[in-house]
Nanobody
Framework: VQLQASGGGLVHAGGSLRLSCAAS????????IGWFRQAPGKEREGVSC????????YYSDFVKGRFTIFRDNTENTVTLQMNTLNPEDTAVYYC??????????????????WGQGTQVTVSS
């Protein structure tokens, strides 16, 4: 499965962005897809993950109530709607797929096939 992330940009605090992860090859609908982010000098961390059928969703505590993840398996896309952004959300955002079919988890080390990342910058 190949993944490509897009939709990043520069936004003021309080603004919104929508990230898209386009999947191709294999059977992406068999796998959980997750959004992760890496800020300068920090490790990559989980933001939100969604199971292949969309029935299971995980949000990290720092995005609950602000971000929404959903997927369209007819289009093979996973979208992360990000609202009420703050400067601490500034990072490169990556999408990856879980190494196993089914739900799995939102643990970063269990994800593979990373896309190239998209930069999100939130100014204060």
């Amino acid at each position: 499965v190949q993944l490509q992330a897009s939709g990043g940009g520069l936004v003021h605090a309080g603004g919104s962005l929508r990230l898209s992860c386009a999947a191709s090859g294999g059977r992406p609908d068999n796998y959980a897809i997750g959004w992760f982010r890496q800020a300068p000098g920090k490790e990559r961390e989980g933001v939100s993950c969604i199971s292949g059928n969309g029935a299971y969703i995980y949000y990290s505590d720092f995005v609950k109530g602000r971000f929404t993840i959903f997927r369209d398996n007819t289009e093979n896309t996973v979208t992360l709607q990000m609202n009420t952004l703050n400067p601490e959300d500034t990072a490169v955002y990556y999408c990856g797929r879980h190494r196993d079919s089914g739900w799995g988890s939102c643990r970063e080390y269990e994800y593979i096939d990373w896309g190239q990342g998209t930069q999100v910058t939130v100014s204060s």
